[in-house]
């Protein structure tokens, strides 16, 4: 899991089965599965509202000469962005809300 915040800040930690990670608010976090088996991931807020933001879609949405010029990357990164956030797991019992089209 990588957890970022503004100013560059960001710090990378590798976890294990039955492993407990922190996310400081406001900082965003990354996951990704490294392992060989399945990833069962357990986000618990300290919140009575949830907000879910892509980093992926909100890329995507800013200006592309803003998003180039601040994380040095190319026209590559910026043309494999997506608009729409995509779903990581859809259950077929729970009901998601329609994306924008952006």
């Given at each position: 899991?990588?957890?970022?915040?503004?100013?560059?800040?960001?710090?990378?930690?590798?976890?294990?089965?039955?492993?407990?990670?922190?996310?400081?608010?406001?900082?965003?976090?990354?996951?990704?599965?490294?392992?060989?088996?399945?990833?069962?991931?357990?986000?618990?807020?300290?919140?009575?509202?949830?907000?879910?933001?892509?980093?992926?879609?909100?890329?995507?949405?800013?200006?592309?000469?803003?998003?180039?010029?601040?994380?040095?990357?190319?026209?590559?990164v910026i043309d494999a962005l997506r608009k729409e956030k995509v779903m990581v797991v859809k259950y077929?019992?729970?009901?998601?809300?329609?994306?924008?089209?952006?």
């Open positions: 899991m990588t957890v970022y915040a503004a100013n560059g800040q960001a710090r990378t930690f590798d976890f294990r089965a039955g492993d407990v990670g922190y996310v400081p608010q406001p900082w965003g976090h990354y996951i990704q599965n490294t392992g060989q088996t399945t990833l069962w991931f357990l986000a618990i807020f300290n919140s009575s509202r949830y907000a879910d933001l892509s980093l992926n879609q909100w890329m995507a949405l800013t200006p592309h000469e803003l998003v180039q010029e601040n994380l040095h990357v190319g026209r590559d077929p019992e729970v009901a998601y809300p329609a994306q924008s089209k952006g």
